[in-house]
């Protein structure tokens, strides 16, 4: 995951930016914990809000300490000790970095010397091993994207579909998820078309002139404009099946949170990157520092 989903922090209020931030404080402890200190720096938004998601499906009450911590060791920060959704995201996101890990080898990315020096492949089976039916189908889902990113051979739709499913498999992996499957599901694949969509569209100039795989450079496309209109469609309606199937969705508690993201949050950055800003960080990150 890439790190487009995130909160509209301007209309959160004060506890519940506290709360989102508990979250993704707690997984980036629960990752160094787990996965040693030099993962923790793969962190992103993304799974924050995997954990967020997944953890509103149980009314278990929110258990929240302020505690120090590497980045921040002046002041102390919200970390959820106890929610079972951020360990689940925390192996979820070891597994998505192994597979990143594997295709940054295969395409000869120097960040794999970061994953050698983080020993990223031992980690990465140890989260396999822990979820080996989910790592199997995110690798089957990743190595279809793989058999089109070959130069005349891509397709837009049927990668996007693939990712689209890898994202199912990570939000109905987790137990309490199954019992909402088909909204959980229906609502993961779409934000993973919207994700992969994005992804391609934002990344298109740079991997233009950089004359790395592209799947829109593929079609011959060289103007952004005209890259924007073939992305555009797809990602408002992506958006609009997705907030179908969110309305379905039963949550016990922190939904004004999980709101925030998907009503706001997600159509900001729909914006921002068909305006051509970029995956970069609005004018207002600077509130606070936990939120990436």
């Given amino acids: 995951m890439i790190g487009y989903i995130e909160p509209e922090k301007k209309e959160l209020k004060i506890r519940e930016f506290d709360l ?52 921040h060791p002046m002041k102390k920060k919200p970390v959820e000790v106890e929610a079972q959704s951020v360990k689940y995201a925390s192996d979820m996101m070891m597994i998505l970095r192994g597979e990143k890990f594997i295709d940054d080898l295969r395409d000869g990315d120097k960040s794999k010397w970061i994953g050698k ?41 049927h990668m996007a579909e693939a990712f689209g499913k890898m994202m199912e498999v990570v939000f109905t992996g987790y137990a309490i998820a199954k019992e909402q499957e088909a909204s959980i599901g229906s609502f993961a694949n779409n934000l993973g078309r919207w994700l992969y969509m994005i992804d391609i569209l934002d990344d298109f100039e740079d991997d233009k002139n950089a004359k790395r795989f592209n799947p829109i450079c593929d079609l011959g496309i060289t103007d ?19 907030l179908k199937a969110y309305d379905l969705i039963q949550f016990k508690k922190n939904k004004e949170i999980i709101d925030n993201v998907v009503y706001l949050g997600l159509r900001r950055k729909t914006e921002e990157i068909l305006k051509g800003r970029g995956n970069t960080a609005s004018a207002d990150d600077s509130e606070n520092e936990n939120v990436q």
């Fill in 117 to 157: 020096l983080a020993g990223i492949a031992r980690k990465y089976e140890k989260a396999a091993n822990i979820h080996p039916a989910e790592a199997k189908m995110i690798n089957d889902a990743l190595q279809i994207i793989y058999e089109y990113e070959v130069p005349g051979k891509s397709d837009v739709r």
């Fill in 224 to 242: 952004r404009d005209k890259a924007k209109d073939l992305v555009e469609p797809a990602l408002y309606f992506y958006l609009g099946e997705m």
């Fill in 20 to 71: 989102y931030n508990s979250y993704y404080c707690g997984l980036c402890k629960e990752v160094g914990e787990n996965y040693g200190q030099v993962c923790r720096m793969w962190l992103s938004n993304d799974m924050a809000f995997l954990a967020l998601f997944l953890g509103a499906l149980t009314d278990a009450e929110d258990k929240i300490k302020y505690e120090h911590c590497i980045i």
